[in-house]
């Protein structure tokens, strides 16, 4: 295990849960990456006990390349080293970390006790107010201060030994005092909202059996959240989560049992049983929220009649030189006069039109100061369209609600919640049923609130279908947009959009002026794909404006290997490019690139894509990739989190937009190929749109109804 050993000389930041930040005088290490650093000074970071500048530590973990701060060495795990002579008890009796003890006492207690000094004070002996100054106040804060010190670092001792980490161990500690064994003893699984499942079962399974009662009912709440998040589901079927449970033992459950623990699970309100189905309580909780919170918003009362709307509205097109239909007012009326309203439609349709019009015209209606009206989206992609539609600030939901990644909250919450007055969310369909409540949580209880979606794209990752539920309440009010405006002169890919919404398909796709099929078998979709990249080259189409979309990573016609041919032409090697190989793989200057986790320091988000500005190779390398004037530093510890670009997966894609698109349909993809992921594949494309690949699979996937089987309660909670 790495280490450095050695001194603290300043805490820089702390924080409530036990998070600091300071520098550390490195006298000893087997770290290679620290050599450099050998009686000199780093930046550290990580959760501690109070730690003190008079003793010695060592400290497990690496260095790593902080985006905002530089190099500091990130620690998992910590010990002070034993203290083997009177001067270091010394040391520590008079470090700080017990109040009113300086050297003078500290010195006095060795001189009686010596290297028994700290059990003494342990067992509160009396003769310790023999020592000068040692007053008896002094001396019952000493003997607490230590216990409980002393105690706190006995039981990081004994968690990290069973395997887990100084911060998994504090946050215990934190939460649970001296009742950490207690709970290890009784039932080590009341730690899993904790704790990773995986690392409690295994420590458990050294030692109990499998079938033990509190293992197989941690068990079913495991498994219930496992699967929910897999399909995205918020309720799973009682006979199904039995035969997943089975999995996990060497013979199978006796189904009374199984039946028998349910029941005990409800009557601890951990879950909840529907009918022949099951939620975990938390999930159901989450649902009921949100049902709650929208039924009370749908039924406010309007406060400014239709009538005002409509000649405000009219008023709006005479100002701006547009005519809008019927549909479009509306919504424009009705996201006015409701504190809940539904906007969808299919791309083309002027979404974002009605948003604007929405907004302006509610400035007129009301005296708006700054922070009155809030624009959000899921991805920072999706803001920066908002914004550049609309001409206003849009942030992601993250972002508004202040996420803290360093403690994993919000810190605009139900305690802290937001002053703006008017919410309005575009690509809704991707937000999980979690952080909608987050964001519920975040605002003020007569809060305006309008949705902006399209309820046939992919829904949230995360559990929740929660546009295409409300849109299945009629009590919801709603507007539905259906004119397509950006159709050209014989255009087909809004027309194609509708179709695949209602399932339709065609015996001959024809060719239109923004539209192709491509009919072709396997072995020919890389040849395929890289003469239309080499003839978009030609026509002066850069790799910004030009997207390659796949269901799948892995095989022949995978985004892996698709990469590889578009990285050869859009991005050649040469030798005024640096290069790097990452696992494998190479990344050249120039290259482009997608991000793969959310990093709120730097501003930049899951699906968020760049180019490699600079590579600087070493020791130490470094990559430098610019999003669109957002400029990020990788070291080789966060190379992980970006992946070529020039191929992305459909899921990906989402909330963006690009000029050009080629999506490949490939034999080999067909148990991925269902409608919505079709329909969001061809919605990303502006301008033109090139399907590859196999005709029969397509027309499949646009019947297969994969995406809507979605399992949730909420529309049973209206």
């Not at 849109?471 to 809004?494: A, G, M, V």
Request: charged share 30%.
């Amino acid at each position: 295990m790495k280490y450095i050993k050695g001194n603290v000389r300043k805490i820089l930041y702390e924080s409530d849960n036990g998070y600091r930040v300071g520098l550390f005088k490195v006298k000893d290490t087997n770290d290679e990456d620290m050599t450099e650093y050998q009686n000199k000074t780093i930046t550290f970071n990580g959760v501690f006990l109070p730690l003190s500048n008079d003793i010695t530590y060592t400290f497990y973990g690496k260095l790593i390349n902080h985006p905002r701060y530089g190099y500091q060495y990130q620690v998992d795990n910590y010990e002070i080293n034993e203290m083997d002579d009177n001067e270091g008890v010394i040391m520590y009796l008079s470090s700080g970390l017990f109040k009113g003890i300086g050297p003078k006492i500290a010195k006095g207690i060795v001189d009686i006790f010596g290297l028994d000094s700290i059990d003494a004070i342990k067992r509160g002996d009396r003769k310790l107010l023999n020592v000068s100054g040692l007053t008896i106040k002094k001396f019952d804060e000493l003997v607490r201060t230590i216990n409980k010190t002393v105690q706190n670092e006995e039981n990081i001792l004994e968690l990290t030994k069973l395997g887990l980490t100084t911060k998994e161990s504090y946050t215990l500690i934190k939460k649970y005092n001296n009742r950490v064994k207690e709970i290890l003893e009784e039932n080590i699984y009341l730690l899993q909202n904790d704790i990773d499942f995986k690392k409690l079962d295994n420590i458990f399974l050294k030692t109990e059996d499998e079938f033990d009662k509190r293992r197989v009912k941690a068990l079913i709440k495991h498994l219930i959240g496992i699967i929910c998040f897999d399909k995205g589901d918020t309720i799973v079927n009682k006979e199904d989560l039995y035969i997943n449970l089975n999995g996990y033992f060497t013979k199978t459950l006796d189904v009374n049992d199984y039946i028998k623990y349910l029941e005990e699970l409800e009557k601890e309100n951990d879950i909840i049983t529907i009918n022949d189905d099951i939620a975990l309580y938390n999930f159901y909780e989450t649902e009921n929220i949100l049902a709650n919170k929208i039924k009370i918003l749908s039924s406010t009362k309007n406060k400014i009649s239709s009538k005002k709307i409509e000649s405000y509205i009219k008023n709006y097109e005479e100002i701006n030189n547009i005519t809008l239909n019927k549909d479009q007012k509306e919504a424009i009326k009705g996201s006015l006069t409701n504190d809940f309203y539904i906007i969808t439609g299919g791309p083309g349709t002027g979404k974002t039109t009605i948003i604007k019009a929405v907004v302006d015209i509610y400035v007129s209606i009301n005296e708006c100061k700054e922070g009155d009206i809030t624009l959000l989206a899921p991805t920072g992609r999706s803001a920066k369209r908002m914004m550049e539609s609309i001409g206003r600030k849009a942030s992601t939901i993250h972002k508004f609600l202040k996420w803290n990644g360093e403690t994993e909250t919000f810190q605009v919450n139900l305690y802290n919640p937001s002053n703006t007055k008017f919410v309005i969310i575009d690509e809704v369909s991707m937000v999980d049923i979690f952080l909608m409540k987050n964001l519920f949580d975040g605002l003020l209880n007569n809060i305006k609130l309008i949705y902006v979606g399209d309820a046939n794209q992919l829904p949230s990752i995360n559990p929740g279908n929660l546009l295409s539920d409300l849109l299945q309440i009629p009590s919801i009010k709603r507007s539905e947009l259906s004119h397509i405006y950006r159709t050209k002169e014989n255009s087909f890919i809004n027309q194609f959009a509708k179709d695949i919404k209602n399932k339709i398909t065609k015996e001959n796709y024809q060719n239109y002026s923004d539209f192709s099929f491509i009919e072709c078998n396997e072995i020919n979709i890389k040849k395929i794909v890289k003469d239309i990249s080499l003839r978009a080259i030609d026509k002066g189409i850069n790799k910004e404006s030009f997207q390659v979309l796949a269901p799948m990573y892995k095989g022949e016609n995978g985004i892996e290997s698709l990469n590889s041919i578009m990285q050869s032409i859009f991005n050649p090697s040469s030798e005024e490019k640096k290069e790097i190989t990452i696992r494998g793989t190479i990344y050249r200057e120039g290259d482009k690139v997608i991000q793969l986790v959310n990093d709120v320091d730097n501003n930049i988000y899951n699906g968020d894509i760049g180019l490699i500005d600079k590579i600087i190779n070493g020791t130490k390398p470094i990559m430098m990739v610019n999003y669109n004037g957002i400029k990020v530093k990788y070291d080789k510890k966060k190379f992980e989190e970006i992946t070529h670009a020039f191929a992305i997966s459909i899921h990906k894609s989402q909330g963006s937009e690009y000029e050009n698109v080629i999506m490949v349909i490939s034999k080999s993809f067909n148990r991925m190929l269902y409608n919505k992921l079709i329909y969001t594949g061809i919605t990303r494309a502006k301008k033109r749109l090139v399907i590859i690949g196999n005709k029969e699979y397509l027309n499949k996937g646009i019947k297969t109804e994969y995406a809507e089987n979605r399992k949730t309660l909420f529309t049973k909670l209206f």
